[in-house]
């Protein structure tokens, strides 16, 4: 990307709870904005939105809302980025996409900038943001792979509503209040009760009785660490948290890993914190992950059985290190040049 | 045991959360109770429980308390149980006993009756109850073992904090309102906020870096299923619900697992009902499963790279199959004779 003092950004789903999230950050790290264009669609066109101090007015998203635009921060689903990435690309802006739109497309990078920035370079206009879920773990598990070499991983999730957006956020509020009081609760956003409740139900099922949440796990894993030979067995699951995904994750390994060296390795490992004093009661906790940009690994354990074998458990913010704080992290690496 | 017709029976821990369940199970399930002795420590003593529409008062648990009575159940804690437990059996009851205490010893019987009734007779005046999280995943895993043969099994749980008591119960419900209020959470029960939170903690640390639940579902399952090389890799999570235990569990199996086959095989197993209808959103849920009987399985799913491998989603009531109900289904057995 053309060197520049400053960049003009548009920010497309600006007042979703991943696009919000993404204005902040670009404040807090002082990304070198310019002009800053939050779009969205039809319906929240002329809201306001906070960057730097500034009450900006929410543009509707057209086809023409990219010309002359440096970068696109993409988080409003995948049909607007199917019908929209192209034509921002088009239009000269890099887009980088937060949605599943373009993950798995063989020429679109899929990037985590602490494992796999040389990607970035090589892109076609567009660059995908890979899962939330996706994110923590790999960014956990790349360094095991780079020493143990990965074989098999058996991940269970336990996913905050705010990866559903601001309307699942509202709705865990609600119907928490709702049965607190004896209430009925209301369901709208989950096709069941969330509060008090564990849904084994994240995206639509295929054929194969997996959701395409899980799936996502399997193939963005095997993308993002360039080997097609790791397997993943997920099982994805809605909790009633806030904010930050927890994941409990047993990788097998081609090599017997050595637990103590394997800490050692994780505490300097980019992008990973280590938390893993149990003795002292301390272990990645969503309530303390939320609002930070590390992904947490605690809970480090020899397998009781395998000696290539391992158990973690892995906490992350989903909006920040899962979705925004990543995309951001792209475009740092791309004004780099 | 000899045959009665009525059998005089004490409730060890009758205001406790399990406790009271014994008590409303005992009754829904026309246990041929002669006289109940409700007993708790001192604390408790003086207040009433229900038992039939007559209102009984809660004596003190004390050496002589089972003098004459035929059954004991116990479920006051380890502590309390390696105290009392083989004073009532001296005293002539058959003793069957929630805690962990006498659960891995090696002449006392650990029962779940759908998997191993035949372990009942042979006992030495005591017979333990499972550990919560292990009874309901043994109930899923048997008809597996015994068509497929398991070799290794990791499993993620998402327990309920009625499994603590129920002064957890109160804690959830208290510290829900306080977040919601954005008041800060008061902690007594757990070290953390549990409201909106996942604990990766049940019970102690052992220096292995596993809990003790952790251990309890290793070394639990293997005496229930008879059957020592089973490995099992657990991680063991507490998570903001109030009834049910959930579990994500992946099970390898000797033989290669035909899906259609295990559904029909559990569909007719013992104690589970089999809730998988992904496609109309159907799939066990701790909501669901509160106040009911059966162990509900669903999400069974192929392994997506190995043929001798599935996943599950398992889900029953912790106070009722996982604690109360299993340990009157026990004495249903005894009494049977």
Redesign the interface.
């Known amino acids: 990307m053309e060197k520049k003092s400053k960049y003009d950004v548009a920010v497309v789903g600006a007042t979703g709870a991943v696009g919000r999230t993404m204005l902040s950050i670009l404040e807090e790290r002082k990304f070198p904005v310019g002009r800053l264009v939050p779009l969205a669609s039809s319906r929240s066109t002329g809201t306001q939105v906070e960057f730097n101090g500034q009450k900006i007015t929410v543009e509707e998203l057209k086809a023409d809302s990219f010309e002359g635009l440096d970068i696109a921060l993409f988080s409003a689903g995948g049909s607007i980025s199917r019908e929209f990435g192209p034509i921002a690309a088009q239009a000269g802006c890099v887009v980088i996409d937060n949605s599943s739109a373009f993950r798995m497309e063989k020429d679109i990078p899929l990037v985590v900038p602490e494992i796999n920035p040389h990607a970035i370079g090589d892109n076609p206009g567009i660059i995908a943001n890979p899962n939330c879920s996706t994110i923590q773990m790999v960014v956990a598990l790349k360094p095991i792979h780079d020493r143990y070499r990965i074989k098999?991983v058996?991940v269970?999730t336990?996913q905050s509503v705010s990866g559903t957006g601001q309307s699942a956020i509202e709705e865990?509020?609600v119907q928490?209040?709702q049965v607190?009081d004896k209430q009925p609760a209301a369901k709208e956003v989950y096709?069941?009760?969330i509060a008090?409740?564990?849904?084994?139900?994240i995206d639509t099922?295929l054929d194969?009785?997996?959701t395409k949440e899980e799936m996502k796990m399997?193939n963005e894993t095997r993308k993002i660490l360039e080997d097609d030979s790791i397997?993943?067995?997920p099982?994805t699951?809605r909790?009633?948290?806030?904010y930050a995904h927890?994941e409990?994750v047993?990788v097998e390994t081609e090599k017997a890993i050595d637990?103590e060296e394997l800490k050692k390795i994780l505490s300097s490992a980019p992008g990973v914190r280590l938390v893993d004093a149990?003795?002292k009661?301390e272990?990645?906790?969503?309530?303390d992950a939320a609002g930070r940009d590390e992904v947490m690994v605690?809970?480090?354990?020899?397998?009781?059985?395998?000696p290539r074998?391992v158990?973690l458990?892995v906490v992350a913010d989903n909006l920040r290190k899962g979705a925004a704080l990543n995309a951001i992290q792209i475009a740092e690496f791309l004004i780099r040049g």
């Open positions: 098999r058996v269970s336990y865990l509020r928490s209040s607190l096709p069941h009760q008090f409740n564990c849904l084994p139900h099922f194969s009785g997996y399997v397997q993943v067995s099982t699951v909790v009633p948290v806030f927890s409990a047993n637990v149990p003795g009661t272990y990645p906790l969503a309530t605690g809970r480090i354990r020899a397998d009781l059985d395998n074998a158990n458990w």
